[in-house]
């Protein structure tokens, strides 16, 4: 893992350890705060309450098994086999109680009866569990997949119409990575409009007003423990949301070029937008340009409210967040990712295509890990299960992605729309290609002296243009949806 034996950090596997030391052998008072116990320069906490309390359970099985593990100070940097056996376990366990129940539940809540429709199913949940990203992240980088899971879950609960365990499932989501902002918004709008949708006099109201309590009694659970004084709540805060930082985060960005797909790192190579933008405007810029690039989906989520419309907001919305927001993290793909995998039985072509740019994405990230080898051979195993189940180069007609009622609207250009599926399969092949070749090439050959980040930086740059092409197409498609009136007397 990165980091390893390297001092004076050691990696990402080396702070979940240090949390786990941290919140067994605190009080909670301070887990977030800095002391001569827990210097927070070296991996504070700063994640929501919901992770500490999930580093002190694996803390206190640690604890059983070999107190070492998690002595304070001590512990440091600790690194033997059967100590990075447990931790791999954790995570394994982690997806097995939380992450693959709820992708396989989802996949049979398509409510599919036919013989070929089963089929189907399975092939969309062995695609989604294959997801190249979020394995090896979360098993090679180091992370527990335990925020994406439970937002899965909110998904499950309302595609029954189960609001409140909806809301409690993503309240939990949230508790757990403040990163989970980005799928709030469509779970706010989504409810919001069924709630519209069921008259603001009467049941509308009533199913308001319980939502609304659950939420705020989920966040006070949550919460309790650091209710103790308003001192406690804020420097949990100040730890969630380092604002100080500027746009770019000081700890991923500390050496230029930046290696990030998203719009101010790719600019950032052209235009030197820390040197001439203040800190303060940048966070402005950062919100205005990410709110205004989801507030069409927001709006038309909101007032024509359908399960299906929900599904592509949740990956409009958090591919805004990734482009344009504040302090992104290329690990924040995944909360891209897993909405598109959660839509790959009804694109299955376009979902195919992003789920393989995200993880190319990764690919500076990964190559710093040593993970290489489980990035060749995850890829192709990926996209080989795609087309099996999908058969994704025959996906490709106007009908098949969505864009009817968008080439309706063309008019005069309908005749030219009708070439749009083979210029489309096209671009896919040569995108494969050339996520290839530049993943063969950052492996094997050494960059030029005078360009030492030549290969990163066009990673990044060539995933940030498939995103930005991603992200009108999703726009696109929510926004010209015929459907989401039929959908209308469900809710209702």
């Known amino acids: 893992f990165l980091g390893a034996g390297k001092p004076p950090m050691y990696g990402d596997y080396e702070a979940q350890r240090h949390w786990q030391e941290v919140t067994y052998n605190l009080p909670i008072r301070q887990w977030y705060f800095n ?11 700063d994640y929501p309450p919901l992770t500490a309390y999930h580093s002190f359970l694996c803390a206190y099985i640690a604890k059983l098994i070999n107190p070492d593990w998690i002595a304070l100070h001590t512990s440091r940097g600790y690194e033997s086999q059967p100590h990075k056996l447990f931790m791999r376990t954790t995570v ?10 709820a992708v396989i539940l989802y996949c049979f809540s398509l409510k599919e009866t036919s013989t070929k429709k089963k089929a189907s199913i399975w092939g969309a949940a062995l695609c989604i569990l294959l997801y190249p990203g979020l394995i090896l992240i979360d098993h090679g980088h180091f992370q527990y997949p335990l925020s994406l899971g439970f937002a899965l879950w909110g998904v499950l609960f309302l595609s029954y119409d189960w609001d409140l365990l909806g809301s409690v ?38 199913l308001l007003t319980k939502i609304a309590g659950t939420v705020v009694l989920s966040f006070a659970v949550c919460w309790l423990p650091f209710c103790t004084d308003m001192e406690q709540i804020m420097q949990v805060l100040r730890r969630l949301f380092p604002i100080d930082r500027g746009l770019f985060e000081a700890c991923m960005f500390s050496s230029p070029p930046p290696r990030l797909a998203n719009i101010w790192c790719s600019l950032s190579v052209l235009i030197k937008i820390k040197n001439i933008i203040a800190p303060q405007t940048q966070l402005k810029l950062s919100f205005a340009v990410t709110f205004l690039s989801l507030l069409p989906t927001c709006i038309k989520l909101t007032v024509q ?3 299906r419309g929900f599904k592509f907001a949740l990956v409009s919305c958090a591919l805004s967040f990734f ?9 924040s793909i995944l909360l891209v990712s897993v909405p598109v995998c959660l839509i790959i039985n ?3 072509f376009m979902a195919t295509w992003f789920l393989l740019v995200s993880t190319f994405s990764l690919l500076p990230l990964l190559l710093k890990d040593g993970l290489l080898l489980a990035y060749a051979v995850t890829m192709p195993a990926f996209l080989s299960a795609c087309v099996a189940s999908f058969s994704i180069l025959e996906k490709t007609s106007a009908e098949d992605l969505h864009l009817k009622p968008f080439s309706l609207s063309l008019k005069g250009y309908v005749s030219w729309f009708k070439s749009f599926p083979k210029i489309l399969r096209i671009l896919f092949l040569l995108s494969v290609t050339l996520m290839g070749v530049l993943s063969l090439v950052s492996a ?3 960059p030029p002296q005078r360009l030492p980040d030549l290969f990163p930086v066009s990673v990044s740059i060539i995933s940030c243009l498939h995103f930005l092409l991603f992200l009108v197409y999703f726009n696109v498609v929510i926004l010209w949806d015929s459907k989401n009136s039929r959908s209308q007397k469900k809710i209702s």
Request: aromatic content about 16%.
């Open 323 to 331: 482009l344009f927001s504040f302090q992104v993290h290329e690990k």
């Open 169 to 206: 499932a993503f309240c939990l989501a949230l508790n757990y990575k403040q990163m989970e902002l980005y799928h709030s918004l469509p779970f706010f709008c989504y409810l919001l409009g069924k709630c519209f949708k069921k008259g603001l006099k009467g049941k509308g109201l009533v």
């Open 305 to 307: 409210p359908s399960l």
């Open 35 to 45: 002391t001569s116990d827990n210097n927070l320069l070296y991996w504070g906490l």
């Open 92 to 101: 394994f366990v982690a997806d097995l109680l939380v992450y693959v129940p």
């Open 444 to 446: 094997a050959v050494h």
């Open 346 to 348: 009804e694109i299955p």
